[in-house]
């Protein structure tokens, strides 16, 4: 079975400093992992993916993370946040082959002025 | 990706009462998922429905108090029965892309954010 834990549950920042949220997966087969961001009173939306090849995804409104398969980790960066980041962020992974995500808890990301 | 819409985008109900959210997709799409999240929690998939043949549902959900309707490849309605108050959720839609050497992909729709009094 597969699992992803998101250590930080809530992580606040300031403006234009920088902000790594981690995701670590289990897996005993070969996966897919996503980053998906929620703002308030919103669905979900796709930030990212890894699917293979280069273990340094970029999407979208700067969010870059990069896949590590020895630590197992997929940590989601941004080098200068805003205060529009303000958003619920979800790390999810799905087998290669399956259809069902399995998601982390999310961590709370708050951008202060 | 998929476009995604669902209604009511969101709805206040009484105890005892049913209400039927509506997915629908801007393309034809095998499987799509029906998924709850309750207030400051992750998601939990409650089923999965493809066109043509019942529902799939996860363990501690039910097809009495969750039935699902996929009439068709870009339709399907979830229905939230005899609700209480720890059904308030948003509930949320969700299809399956998978793009040749893409790998599979969920895409979600807006949610439906209920309330149940």
């Known amino acids: 079975a597969q699992s992803v834990t998101q250590l930080d549950s809530q992580v606040p920042v300031f403006e234009e400093a920088p902000v790594e949220l981690r995701c670590n997966y289990s897996s005993s087969v070969s996966v897919y992992l996503f980053w998906y961001v929620q703002y308030p009173n919103q669905g979900l939306q796709l930030l990212l993916k890894y699917l293979s090849g280069s273990t340094l995804v970029k999407g979208i409104n700067g969010f870059e993370a990069e896949f590590n398969k020895s630590q197992t980790s997929f940590h989601l960066r941004k080098p200068s946040v805003h205060i529009s980041d303000t958003a619920e962020y979800f790390c999810a992974v799905i087998t290669t082959g399956g259809f069902k995500t399995i998601f982390g808890a999310g961590t709370r990301l708050f951008v202060k002025a | 990706s998929a476009v995604i819409s669902q209604k009511p985008s969101r709805d206040i109900c009484q105890r005892g009462t049913s209400l039927t959210i509506q997915c629908q997709v801007d393309?034809?799409?095998?499987?799509m998922f029906w998924y709850r999240q309750q207030p400051g929690q992750s998601l939990t998939l409650i089923a999965t429905?493809?066109?043509?043949?019942?529902?799939?549902?996860e363990s501690g959900f039910v097809i009495d108090k969750f039935p699902i309707s996929r009439p068709n490849l870009t339709f399907s309605t979830l229905t939230v029965s005899n609700m209480s108050p720890e059904d308030s959720s948003i509930y949320l839609c969700?299809?399956?892309?998978?793009?040749?050497?893409?790998?599979?992909?969920?895409?979600f729709g807006p949610g439906t954010r209920l309330t149940v009094l």
């Open positions: 429905a493809n066109q043509g043949s019942e529902a799939t549902y």
């Open positions: 393309s034809q799409v095998t499987m």
């Open positions: 969700s299809v399956e892309r998978s793009a040749s050497g893409e790998g599979d992909t969920q895409y």
